[in-house]
């Protein structure tokens, strides 16, 4: 019973959180100027005091995507013995963001509704 | 800070677990070393070979595999989706204007010559479109062999699978003007602008190809001196 109730809690927290990484990645790009993806990972780890934790496999096709559609470009830097790739937000991308985030409170809001109906009522 | 060597194995990792390509080595590379120095850095007594263990278990059961088909992709996505812009761009302002002259000059042209001079006009154009587009497809190539490193960047945006059948449907197009020429000159004219057209069409794609390349070439050296034999 207590395994099913865990598994189920994990379940649906990553499923919530599936669709709010974009913005999230996006948001911090914004804050931060410019980001290497190794960086990302763990900023969401800090500032969510480990409750969020973006994968590897999630967070670089993501990065990939926005990429392609033109929201991040990259430039490469050589840091110590190594080269790393830096993500930032283009023009369009800082204005996606902004819209991304009033979308995002949006989102909540309605959840607020429906998880506090006493605010609704 | 990871050694040198330490980083060599991680590139040569990256190469056993099927990163073929530099430009997507770097970045996995980059942060296998920065989980691996955090870890270490939490436990002096961990090794490297442990942490690299770790550290790519994180990855979960499909490795890199996700991030490499993303990045595939991605890139195909992106550079067919400029490739069609810059072909677009053709018939959008200011080049339609461009656009617009050439074939009124060609068109022109057909009404002013007939008969052989036009066919011989015709031939004088296939073999141009042709032979230009030739020699872009052979300069990216030697793009590609000038690199000492393969590319994923590259190799995606100087990929051309649709050549073969505008070149096939070209061809076919040039046939059938020829048996036009002992018909009626309405019917020789209809042929000789449908081909200019399909020629114009043929040399926009041509162009918008050589500008992917010249700008992807431009990038991919300023990104990747390394992938070109040049050390920073």
Same mark, same amino acid.
């Given at each position: 019973m207590y395994r099913n109730v865990r598994y189920i809690r994990i379940m649906n927290k990553s499923t919530l959180y599936k669709g709010c990484l974009e913005p999230i990645v996006m948001r911090l790009l914004k804050d931060n100027d410019r980001m290497y993806g190794y960086q990302?990972?763990?900023?969401?780890? !800090?500032?969510?005091?480990? !409750? @969020?934790?973006i994968t590897e496999g999630a967070l670089y096709p993501l990065l990939h995507k926005l990429e392609e559609q033109?929201?991040? !470009?990259?430039?490469? !830097?050589?840091?110590?013995?190594?080269?790393?790739?830096?993500?930032? @937000?283009?023009?369009?991308?800082?204005?996606?963001?902004?819209?991304?985030?009033?979308?995002?409170?949006?989102?909540?809001?309605?959840?607020?509704l429906i998880v506090n109906p006493k605010i609704a009522g | 800070m990871l050694t040198n060597e330490q980083i060599n194995t991680l590139f040569v990792f990256c190469e056993k677990h099927s990163i073929r390509y530099y430009d997507v080595q770097v970045e996995l590379? +980059?942060?296998?070393? &920065?989980?691996?120095?955090?870890?270490?850095?939490?436990?002096?007594?961990?090794?490297?070979?442990?942490?690299?263990?770790?550290?790519?278990? +994180?990855?979960?059961?499909?490795?890199?595999?996700?991030?490499?088909?993303?990045?595939?992709? &991605?890139? %195909?996505? $992106?550079?067919? &989706?400029?490739? *069609?812009?810059?072909?677009?761009? %053709?018939?959008? *302002?200011?080049k339609a204007a461009m656009t617009a002259c050439l074939l009124a000059a060609f068109l022109f042209i057909g009404k002013i010559f007939s008969g052989q001079i036009l066919y011989y006009l015709v031939f004088v154009i296939f073999i141009f479109v042709v032979v230009f587009d030739m020699h872009v497809t052979v300069k990216a190539n030697g793009v590609i062999k000038? $690199?000492?490193?393969?590319?994923?960047?590259?190799?995606?945006?100087?990929?051309?699978? *649709?050549?073969?059948?505008?070149?096939?449907?070209?061809?076919?197009?040039?046939?059938?003007?020829? +048996?036009?020429? +002992?018909? &009626?000159?309405?019917?020789? %004219?209809?042929? %000789?602008?449908?081909?200019?057209?399909?020629?114009?069409?043929?040399?926009?794609?041509?162009?918008?190809?050589?500008?992917?390349?010249?700008?992807?070439?431009?990038?991919?050296?300023? $990104?990747?001196?390394?992938?070109?034999g040049i050390t920073i």
């Open positions: 990302i990972t763990r900023m969401v780890k !800090e500032i969510t005091k480990g !409750e @969020l934790q033109g929201i991040v !470009e990259t430039e490469i !830097e050589n840091v110590g013995n190594r080269a790393r790739k830096y993500y930032t @937000l283009t023009k369009a991308g800082k204005k996606q963001t902004n819209a991304a985030m009033d979308e995002l409170k949006t989102f909540i809001q309605s959840l607020n | 590379v +980059d942060h296998l070393a &920065n989980a691996i120095e955090e870890k270490m850095e939490a436990n002096k007594m961990l090794s490297f070979e442990t942490a690299l263990e770790s550290v790519y278990a +994180d990855f979960g059961t499909m490795g890199f595999a996700t991030i490499i088909s993303s990045r595939s992709k &991605n890139l %195909y996505r $992106q550079y067919r &989706n400029t490739r *069609w812009k810059l072909f677009l761009s %053709y018939f959008q *302002w200011p000038k $690199q000492r490193k393969k590319l994923m960047l590259t190799e995606i945006s100087f990929e051309r699978s *649709w050549l073969i059948f505008s070149i096939g449907g070209f061809l076919s197009g040039i046939f059938r003007i020829e +048996d036009l020429f +002992d018909k &009626n000159p309405v019917l020789l %004219y209809s042929g %000789y602008v449908a081909f200019v057209v399909i020629a114009v069409l043929f040399f926009f794609s041509t162009i918008s190809y050589r500008q992917v390349i010249k700008t992807t070439e431009e990038m991919a050296r300023k $990104q990747y001196p390394e992938a070109f």
